[in-house]
């Protein structure tokens, strides 16, 4: 039995409601669909939950997920697809609980399934948060340089992608220029004690982050043309990318056995 545990945004977990590609792919895997994906998702709550699932896995022989439900797994048994989404969102602890909030206009809409995704919480403005580009990128680097460490040391096949983000431009002429940007701009002085020059280094961290998030981008797959009315891939937009998907991963089957 092969699990297909995905992580991400609303771009890999559409909702009880609505259809995700995960079950399509793993319909034409014979894969067990183990999304984990949640609407509104941070890059926080992918490193942390894909950490702490492949951990519990490993530890327990078990893994728990909103479509799967409990099931019995190994590690040998996994393949991991994580879609990574906007940097610009973080998550907080409050009251027990991780909570997914964003730097960004408030939303529109209402999730009455979740009352954590309503935009009064979701959305709300933390005023002890300062989200500056510099801080943004050097900790997505750091996660998504560590996180495709990590599964590789367990020798899990995994495949990295890049959702949406920014939307409709290009992944890597987008962070190289604000790179650049911010490399110009860096500070020349220091109150503690460090070297301005290599103070940064966002190029040398950016060349390490894996390959698969900077060639695969699941919006430029679907086309622009297969969206529907909220900006997602509507069921022609699904279907290319679960052939896209299916191909990639039937190139994996080698290693996978």
């Given at each position: 039995m092969k699990v297909l545990?995905?992580?991400?945004?609303?771009?890999?977990?559409?909702?009880?409601?609505?259809?995700?590609?995960?079950?399509?792919?793993?319909?034409?895997?014979?894969?067990?669909d183990a999304n984990n994906g949640l609407s509104g998702s941070t890059n926080d709550r992918i490193f942390r939950s894909t950490i702490r699932d492949v951990s519990s896995i490993e530890f327990k022989n078990s893994l728990w997920t909103e479509v799967s439900g409990q099931i019995d797994c190994e590690l040998?048994?996994?393949?991991?697809?994580?879609?990574?989404?906007?940097?610009?969102?973080?998550?907080?602890?409050?009251?027990?609980?991780f909570i997914q909030h964003r730097d960004w206009d408030r939303s529109e809409w209402e999730n009455g399934?979740?009352?954590?995704?309503?935009?009064?919480l979701a959305d709300k403005v933390v005023t002890n948060t300062i989200m500056q580009d510099t801080n943004v990128l050097?900790?997505?680097?750091?996660?998504?340089?560590?996180?495709k460490g990590f599964l590789d040391s367990k020798k899990i096949?995994?495949?990295?992608?890049?959702?949406?983000?920014?939307?409709n431009e290009d992944t890597n002429s987008?962070?190289?220029?604000?790179?650049?940007?911010?490399?110009?701009?860096?500070?020349?002085?220091?109150?503690?004690?460090?070297?301005?020059?290599t103070y940064l280094e966002l190029e040398s961290l950016?060349?390490?982050?894996?390959?698969?998030?900077?060639?695969?981008?699941?919006?430029e797959v679907c086309g622009m043309d297969n969206l529907d009315e909220t900006k997602h891939p509507n069921s022609n937009g699904h279907q290319k990318w679960v052939s896209y998907l299916h191909e990639k991963i039937s190139n994996m089957r080698p290693t996978l056995q």
């Amino acid at each position: 039995m092969k699990v297909l545990y995905t992580i991400g945004d609303s771009f890999v977990y559409r909702g009880p409601v609505n259809d995700s590609w995960t079950g399509l792919l793993c319909d034409k895997l014979g894969y067990v669909d183990a999304n984990n994906g949640l609407s509104g998702s941070t890059n926080d709550r992918i490193f942390r939950s894909t950490i702490r699932d492949v951990s519990s896995i490993e530890f327990k022989n078990s893994l728990w997920t909103e479509v799967s439900g409990q099931i019995d797994c190994e590690l040998k048994d996994l393949v991991v697809v994580v879609g990574w989404t906007n940097p610009y969102r973080f998550e907080l602890y409050e009251d027990g609980e991780f909570i997914q909030h964003r730097d960004w206009d408030r939303s529109e809409w209402e999730n009455g399934l979740n009352p954590s995704l309503h935009p009064t919480l979701a959305d709300k403005v933390v005023t002890n948060t300062i989200m500056q580009d510099t801080n943004v990128l050097i900790k997505f680097f750091n996660q998504i340089i560590s996180l495709k460490g990590f599964l590789d040391s367990k020798k899990i096949p995994n495949l990295f992608y890049n959702a949406f983000f920014p939307f409709n431009e290009d992944t890597n002429s987008y962070f190289n220029s604000i790179i650049n940007h911010l490399e110009s701009n860096k500070s020349q002085k220091f109150y503690g004690f460090d070297n301005p020059i290599t103070y940064l280094e966002l190029e040398s961290l950016w060349s390490n982050v894996p390959s698969d998030y900077k060639q695969y981008k699941q919006l430029e797959v679907c086309g622009m043309d297969n969206l529907d009315e909220t900006k997602h891939p509507n069921s022609n937009g699904h279907q290319k990318w679960v052939s896209y998907l299916h191909e990639k991963i039937s190139n994996m089957r080698p290693t996978l056995q």
